[in-house]
């Protein structure tokens, strides 16, 4: 009942910045909390960050603590990683979930029952 659609990746330079969307379809998301996870080539899928329902707290994981920020639009049903600083560690893809975690756990993806298709994110040195 819930698609959700991410964009904006591409290949950048490492100290660059990009903006991730998340647009969703089906039912509206401002009842759902949001995550967002990467998973690179042969690696296991690692928690990025995630957000409230109500955009009221946000966490993201320390090795992009600083550098990503979490926002949300439920009126754009619509949410955003903006990424500064980038690294070439942080190429992968890039994937939005919806679920109700809450502050429980946000890290594992078995918190959440819907998932985009992702969308590549490429630094080079």
């Known amino acids: 009942q819930v698609q959700l659609v991410e964009s904006g990746g591409g290949l950048v330079q490492a100290g660059g910045s990009l903006r991730l969307s998340c647009a969703a379809s089906g039912r509206t998301i401002s009842t759902y909390d949001m995550g967002w996870f990467r998973q690179a080539p042969g690696k296991e899928r690692e928690f990025v960050g995630f957000?409230?329902?109500?955009?009221?707290?946000?966490d993201v994981a320390d090795s992009v603590k600083g550098r990503f920020t979490i926002s949300r639009d439920n009126a754009k049903n619509t949410v955003y990683l903006q990424m500064n600083r980038l690294k070439p560690e942080d190429t992968a893809g890039y994937y939005c979930a919806a679920g109700w975690v809450g502050s429980r756990a946000p890290e594992l993806p078995t918190k959440y029952i819907y998932w985009g298709q992702g969308t590549q994110v490429t630094v080079s040195s």
């Open positions: 957000i409230t329902w109500n955009g009221g707290r946000t």
